[in-house]
């Protein structure tokens, strides 16, 4: 074979595993998938994560139920087909009439964001972004540690309030709460650190009084219910009262992040079902006992775990290079 035969062929070669490595890096490729990463909008908005800082820390100064409102919004959020915002989306049937999404607060927070982004840097920031921040920023707000955000997610397409059904329940025993999130890739740990959240904010009475009054029809308490506690969880939620009464999750540190909700769960002093069940069943309590530090055992960091967990479950079935879209309106589609 002659020289220039031979270079010509190398040539081809080379071009040819040129182009391959370009498709496989493409946005559009599924194999190539791009991923989210911390610092996504470093050059195209840089300003995104102090403009939203700033939104979500005027609202909870001027109104502190909206911290936990963000942060239950991004759960509700990833849970359901993944971190995409479509629990944003306004209309008939869409996520956030769904009754498990109805008492959630804090949209007009992300609204806000959403607007000053559009004039800072237009159709750059999608709104998944805005609320995966918002909801780190929440957390921060409250006492919480901060923790670095992977960005790059698109707005979804599709909002339908019959998918909230995959978002875990008020009264879910621990084998199904184990089996919602491990259906989105969490662990029995992610778990009980996730759930940790609800050591800021509030449920409702409707939510829990069946608890107090006639649990499991046998016309009287849930007997994981600390006695002490009882009379006053009833003081709050009368029999027959305002099931829209609000009661603390996290009793005596409602608006503090930390980790005194795991020591009312070993107190029995949780409120919900859900929440009291991490205790009373061992595949859950020990992480529990790891976040108090019984046993002789120190307390594992319940704010780095938090962060860590938040980061994992962010990446939830997350919508990115050519899917979705970035919303001009985080409230339709465009």
Known sequence: MEVTSLNKMLILWVLLLTSFNTMSLGQGNGCGRQGTRVGFYRATCPRVESIVQSAVQSAVRANPTVAPGLLRMFFHDCFVNGCDASI??????????????????GFEVIDAAKSQLETTCPGVVSCADILALAARDSVVQTGGRSWQVPLGRRDGLVSQ???????????DTISVQIRKFADKGLNTQDLVTLVGGHTIGTSAC??????LYNFSNTNGPDPEINQAFLPQLRALCPNGGDGLRRVALDTGSVDCFDNSF????????????????????QRTRRFVQ?????????GS???????????????TEVKTGMEGEIRRVCTKTN
């Open 88 to 105: 944003l989306i306004d209309g008939p049937s869409t996520e956030k009439t769904a009754r498990p999404n109805s008492f959630l607060r």
């Open 161 to 171: 309030a019959s998918d909230t059904a995959a978002l875990p329940a008020f009264n």
């Open 206 to 211: 409707a939510l829990f009084s069946y608890r």
């Open 262 to 281: 795991y020591e009312n769960l070993r107190n029995g002093r949780g409120v919900l079902e859900s929440d009291a069940k991490l205790w009373s069943d």
């Open 290 to 298: 790891g976040f108090l530090g019984t046993r002789g055992q120190p």
């Open 301 to 315: 960091r319940f704010n780095n775990e938090f962060g860590r967990a938040m980061v994992k479950m962010g990446n």
